[in-house]
């Protein structure tokens, strides 16, 4: 038995095909550089099963194995999937801490502190406005002076609780625009359905669709950041998704359970868009912490008067009962009397002063806090990208040491074509032409 | 292996360092253009609350300030009021003790006394006077006389006091009760500055010896009693402007220091916020620098 003689043919051709293929995963790996979601490919290649020669050896009788090429067993993605399970929790977080941090930062530009225009400044021209009444407690344009300070609070009052209403409304809305039809959260279940049907059925198929995993991984990505992910990959290579505290999994295998209830606790955008507008929650403890402050500047106000100055109960409702002409500055008839203005303009630091102050700290420490955990896990999040980055990331330099390597490959190998097919034509031209 | 570093990960740390100097860069801006450290509460949680605080403090000092000021003012106006009654009552004295003395006849004791109803009216006018549309001599019935011209002479004010808030919880008694010196005149029989010049024009008219003794007796011990009581009422007054003044300077020391404590919790620091934003002008720089050549490095600058 010896060697097939077209044989060396054969195997320069698998150097080919081989290299040929590394070069177009390495071109697809250039193509897709910047492409959001691309893990980098490579081709896998094998030794072919070599070819046994028997007693190839006249020596010692014993035969040989003649290796008889390359073929590509398979182009993988590169991708580590512990990596993404901790982008996944991380980005969760990120994306609760953020819509935390936006939310807060809106309330805050709301009370507009410090400035002239703020509850604080309207507060205290109001209280100097009493002092002026006391000065002169006769005096029209002291007693217009005084009501018109007291509406002016009290509109800034109504205002900052309108705007605080719209803010939570909005929360609101967002969280039905997210997880209502058409939302976010169905559209990334249906595609992640529907890959999980496709990845399926190319798995069965003996392939690797690496696209359609990048897809699905994207997709599980951006998910992540609207509430708390877990997956868990099913022998048939479909995703089991859960998504928060639903009961259900939003995705399993090719079906979509959507919608579902699901509480603050679900973490990501959607936990934050609830707790932020919950019972408990931030914005709701401002509209309350408002609403006392209100409360206490009309009982403060309205304690020292027979004739009470300020109606309402709440900051959206307080409004100033009395017209200039009623505004006393005494509990007497005699026009000079000026206790009850002195005492109102002794209010000033009091009660309702004390407990706005308070509300703006507690404001500006939350936002403070938002913003710095949002800062935190964007580090995170960005170091783990960066980790993920550097296992399935495309680098332009590999890829061109790459393309070398597997160019000068191919060149090598159609040497060998070349040469194999001179050794032919030796044998095919000249074999037993003798003399001519 | 060393970790792979690709270009995907240049570009994202170059672009969140610039991002990060660029944000530093810029709040340092806005403090050197506002002048504040503060901008909103989340800057300074403690110190936003502090700034409501000692603004509205500042703002409460300025109102007492300018009560304060108000309260000199009418004090200015009480006493100018109150050393013209003096003059007219020195004056009534003058005229007492000379038709005291015998030499004149009953015509110039009537003339006097004549003298004497016109001084009269003259004090009712200065306790009426007013201190910026209001009688500062009528206890809290400020919008109208305390005192009619002419005959009647009752006192249509009260008793009650009008006071100047100087600071919380402090505040100065600035009215003077005037019917402690004028009382309610000759029916009254009180004994009081108007009963006892309306007693002295009527003892100049009654013209009988007994009429004569008793100005140099009695109407002169009365008149010298309500200038005792009218001493008093000006001591009152004088006392009242001092404590005023002294309100006003300890007000304007606390204004300085609080503004003080305002400035060095909202105000910014601007040497230290223009090195900063030296520093950090160098910084961006740097990271633009850096930034701007390590993305343009590739293999593929070098490959032929």
Redesign the interface.
């Known amino acids: 038995m010896s060697i097939p003689t077209l044989q060396g043919l054969q195997t320069a051709l698998s150097g080919l095909v081989a290299e040929q293929t590394a070069l177009d995963t390495t071109g697809n790996n250039i193509a897709n550089?910047?492409t959001e979601g691309y893990s980098r490919e490579t081709a896998l290649l094998e030794p072919d099963p070599p070819l046994d020669i028997p007693a190839i050896s006249t020596l010692t009788g014993e035969g040989a194995q003649l290796g008889t090429g390359v073929s590509v067993s398979n182009i993988t993605r590169i991708r580590n999937v512990y990596l993404d399970a901790q982008y996944r929790a991380q980005n969760s977080a990120l994306g609760g801490a953020s819509t935390q941090a936006e939310e807060l930062?809106q309330a805050?530009?709301a009370?507009d502190?410090?400035s002239s225009s703020s509850i604080?400044?309207q507060?205290?021209?109001f209280?100097?406005a009493w002092?002026?009444l006391?000065?002169?407690?006769?005096?029209e344009a002291a007693k217009e002076g005084v009501v018109a300070a007291g509406e002016q609070l009290a509109s800034t009052f109504k205002q900052l609780s309108a705007q605080l209403s719209t803010i939570s409304s909005q929360a609101g809305e967002q969280y039905a625009a997210l997880t209502g039809e058409g939302g976010e959260v169905e559209n990334y279940a249906n595609q992640i359905a529907q890959l999980n049907g496709q990845i399926k059925l190319s798995e069965e198929a003996g392939q690797q669709p690496n696209e359609m995993l990048d897809r699905r991984d994207l997709l599980l990505d951006k998910l992540s950041s609207l509430a708390n992910v877990t997956v868990t990959e099913e022998p048939d290579h479909t995703d089991t998704v859960s998504f928060g505290d639903a009961a259900k999994p939003l995705v399993e295998g090719t079906t979509v359970n959507w919608p579902q209830a699901i509480t603050e606790a679900s973490g990501g955008q959607l936990g934050a868009l609830l707790g932020l507008t919950g019972p408990k929650g931030a914005l709701t403890g401002l509209q309350s912490g408002l609403d006392n402050v209100a409360e206490t500047l009309i009982a403060t106000v309205n304690e020292h008067l027979a004739k009470p100055f300020f109606s309402g109960e709440s900051a959206a409702t307080l409004a100033v009962a009395v017209k200039p002409s009623e505004v006393q500055a005494?509990g007497?008839k005699?026009?000079?009397?000026?206790e009850v203005a002195?005492a109102i303009?002794?209010l000033?630091?009091g009660a309702a002063?004390?407990g706005?102050?308070?509300l703006?700290?507690?404001?500006?420490?939350d936002?403070?806090g938002a913003?710095d955990e949002q800062n935190n896990l964007q580090t995170t999040v960005?170091a783990i990208?960066?980790q993920r980055?550097?296992?399935s990331?495309?680098?332009?330099?590999?890829e061109?040491?790459n393309l070398?390597t597997f160019q000068r490959g191919y060149q090598a190998s159609a040497r060998t074509l070349t040469a194999m097919s001179e050794l032919l034509e030796t044998l095919i031209e000249h074999t037993g032409v003798v003399g001519l | 292996m060393t970790e792979r570093i690709t270009p995907a990960m240049v570009n994202s740390s170059t672009l969140s360092a610039l991002g990060s100097s660029l944000e530093a860069l810029e709040r340092t801006t806005d403090e050197l253009s506002s002048g504040r450290t503060i901008l909103e509460p989340s800057d300074n949680p403690y110190g936003a609350s502090q700034v409501i605080d000692l603004q509205s403090q500042l703002d409460g000092l300025s109102g007492y300030e300018s009560n304060a000021q108000d309260g000199i003012s009418w004090e200015n106006t009480a006493s100018a009021a109150m050393s013209s009654i003096n003059e007219v009552v020195q004056k009534v004295r003058e005229l007492v003790l000379q038709a005291a003395n015998g030499t004149d006849d009953q015509n110039d004791r009537e003339m006097i006394a004549e003298q004497v109803e016109q001084l009269t009216d003259s004090v009712k006018q200065d306790a009426n006077a007013q201190y910026a549309g209001e009688y500062i001599f009528a206890g809290t019935a400020t919008t109208e006389p305390p005192y009619e011209q002419g005959e009647n002479d009752e006192y249509k004010g009260n008793a009650e006091t009008i006071s100047r808030a100087v600071g919380p919880s402090a505040s100065i008694t600035i009215s003077t009760d005037i019917s402690t010196l004028l009382g309610n005149g000759e029916g009254s029989a009180d004994g009081k500055l108007l009963d006892t010049l309306r007693t002295i024009a009527k003892d100049l008219r009654g013209g009988t010896p007994e009429d004569v003794k008793a100005l140099s007796s009695t109407d002169l011990g009365s008149l010298d009693a309500n200038i005792q009581t009218l001493t008093q009422l000006q001591a009152t007054a004088g006392s009242a402007t001092d404590q005023l003044q002294a309100a006003l300077s300890r007000n304007e020391d606390l204004q300085t220091s609080i503004a003080g404590a305002l400035s060095n919790t909202q105000d910014t620091n601007m040497a230290a916020a223009s090195i900063a934003f030296a520093n950090e002008q160098a910084a961006y720089n740097a990271a633009l620098r850096t930034g701007a050549t390590i993305v343009q490095e590739s293999l593929l600058n070098f490959l032929q």
């Open positions: 550089a910047n930062a805050q530009a009370f502190e410090p604080a400044s507060m205290s021209s209280w100097t002092n002026s006391a000065s002169s407690p006769t005096s005494s007497t005699n026009p000079g009397g000026n002195l303009a002794g000033r630091g002063e004390h706005y102050a308070t703006v700290e507690k404001l500006g420490s936002v403070q913003k960005t990208n960066d980055q550097s296992v990331g495309v680098s332009l330099d590999e061109m040491t070398i």
